[in-house]
C-alpha cells in the first residue's frame, strides 16, 4: 500500500521530540498564545526571511486575517485562479469581495500573469496568486503589475512553505503570505492551523488583533474581529518539524525527480519546473489522457493517486451564478487531464518505482 502521503513514517521518526515536547507544554499549561506559538512565530519567521509572522487556527483563516486587515471588502475584485482549493476564494468572499478568476500558464499550472492584467477594472483592489503544488508563482511579473496598477499582492502559500524564487521565500514577496499547516501540507501539524507572513509592522499588529477578538490589551478591544488562534500543541510539533524543513523538502525534490526520470516514454507527462523558483513539490501532478486508466491500474495494485482539482472554482454550484459563461480553456483542459501521484519525504525510490512500473503497464 502506497498512499498519497504517510504521515505515520514521519511521526515515528520524531516521536521522541513531539511527544516530550507536548508532554511540557502540558505541564506548563499555557495552552493558549503560549510560549511556543511565540517561538514558532520567531523561527518561521527566521525560516522565511519577514519582518512578523503571526500564528491563526488555519490556512483559510490565514488568508480571511490578511484580507481583512488589508482592508478588501464589499465592491472589492479580487484577481486569483480558479485552479485551486476553495479555500482561496472563499476567503475573498467572507471579507464580502468578488474573486475573479482568470485563465492559468499550461506548463506551470499557475496563475498567467498576462491574464491579470487583462482583467484588472476600477475595482480590482488585489492581486492572490497561488504557489500551486508548490512552484512559485511569477512572482516578479505580478509584482510588477501590482505595483504599476497600485494593487496589493497577496500570496497564497498554502502549498508552499520552504518554495523560493531567487533565494526569496514566497510568503516574503506580498504584502501578505498565508501558510497552510493542514496535516498534509509541506509543514503541517495535528490539527488545524495557519500563518501570516508581513513585512509591514502596521498591518502586523492589525492581523493580531483580528486573530484575537478585535484586542491588543486584554479586555480593551479596538475593532470586531474573531478567535483565531493556533494552539500551543500545534505550536509543539510544528517547532519540532521546522527543524527539518529543508530535509523535507529535499526528499520531495528527490522523489519528484525520480518519477519525472523513470516516467519518460510513459502515459504521464511529467510535471514542468518553469524555472521560475524553487519548486517544493507539495504535489507530483502529471497530464494525461488515459487518466481513469492509470488511476485504476494503481487502485488494483493499492497505490492512491487523487485528482487534484476536479472542478476549477468558476464551474463550482456555488459561482455559477457569477461565471455564468465564463470559458477558461486551459484550466479547463489542465483540469480534465491531471493526475497527481503519491509524494512525501520519506517515500522511498523502490516506492516510486513501484508506482512508475504500474503506471508503465498502461498503454
Ligand atoms: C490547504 C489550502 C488552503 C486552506 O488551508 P486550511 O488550513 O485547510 O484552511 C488554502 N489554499 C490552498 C491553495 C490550500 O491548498
Not at 69 to 92: K, M, R, S
Not at 168 to 187: E, Q, R, Y
Not at 214 to 231: A, E, F, M
Request: glycine share 8%.
Amino acid at each position: 500500500m502506497i498512499p498519497m502521503v504517510d504521515l505515520k513514517v514521519q511521526y515515528h521518526a520524531l516521536k521522541d521530540e513531539i511527544d516530550g515536547g507536548i508532554l511540557t507544554a502540558l505541564e506548563n499549561t499555557q495552552f493558549i498564545l503560549g510560549p511556543n506559538v511565540t517561538a514558532l512565530e520567531q523561527e518561521t519567521a527566521a525560516y522565511l526571511g519577514v519582518k512578523h509572522a503571526i500564528a491563526c487556527a488555519s490556512g483559510t483563516d490565514a488568508l480571511h486575517l490578511a484580507l481583512a486587515a488589508a482592508g478588501v471588502g464589499p465592491g472589492d475584485e479580487v484577481i486569483t485562479t480558479p485552479f485551486t482549493f476553495i479555500a482561496t476564494a472563499e476567503a475573498i468572499c467572507d471579507v464580502g469581495a468578488t474573486p475573479v478568476f482568470v485563465d492559468i500558464d499550461p506548463k506551470s499550472f499557475n496563475i498567467d500573469p498576462a491574464c491579470i492584467e487583462a482583467a484588472i477594472t476600477p475595482r480590482t483592489k488585489a492581486v492572490l496568486p497561488v504557489h500551486l503544488f508548490g512552484q512559485p508563482a511569477d512572482l516578479r511579473a505580478i509584482a510588477e503589475i501590482c505595483t504599476r496598477r497600485g494593487l496589493l499582492l497577496l500570496e497564497d502559500c498554502a502549498q508552499s512553505f520552504g518554495a523560493s524564487i531567487d533565494g526569496v521565500m514566497t510568503g516574503a514577496w506580498g504584502l501578505f503570505g498565508c501558510f497552510s499547516f493542514f496535516p498534509s501540507k509541506n509543514l503541517g501539524c495535528y490539527g488545524d492551523g495557519g500563518l501570516i507572513t508581513t513585512n509591514d509592522d502596521a498591518m502586523a499588529e492589525q492581523v493580531k488583533m483580528l486573530r484575537n477578538h478585535g484586542s491588543k490589551v486584554r479586555y480593551h478591544h479596538d475593532v470586531i474581529g474573531y478567535n483565531s488562534r493556533l494552539d500551543e500543541l500545534q505550536a509543539v510539533i510544528l517547532r519540532v518539524k521546522l527543524k527539518h524543513m529543508d530535509a523535507f523538502t529535499a526528499g520531495r525534490r528527490r522523489v519528484a525527480h525520480l518519477y519525472s526520470t523513470l516516467l519518460a516514454g510513459s502515459v504521464l507527462t511529467p510535471p514542468c519546473e518553469d524555472g521560475i523558483g524553487l519548486h517544493v513539490y507539495h504535489q507530483y501532478t502529471t497530464l494525461t489522457a488515459r487518466r481513469d486508466a492509470v488511476m485504476e491500474a494503481l487502485s488494483k495494485a493499492q497505490i492512491a493517486s487523487a485528482i487534484y482539482y476536479p472542478i476549477p472554482l468558476h464551474q463550482q454550484n456555488v459561482f455559477s451564478a457569477d461565471c455564468a459563461g465564463l470559458r477558461l480553456p486551459v484550466t479547463e483542459d489542465v483540469a480534465a487531464r491531471c493526475l497527481s501521484l503519491p509524494v512525501f519525504p520519506e517515500m522511498t525510490d523502490d516506492q516510486v518505482r513501484q508506482v512508475v512500473e504500474v503506471v508503465k503497464s498502461v498503454c
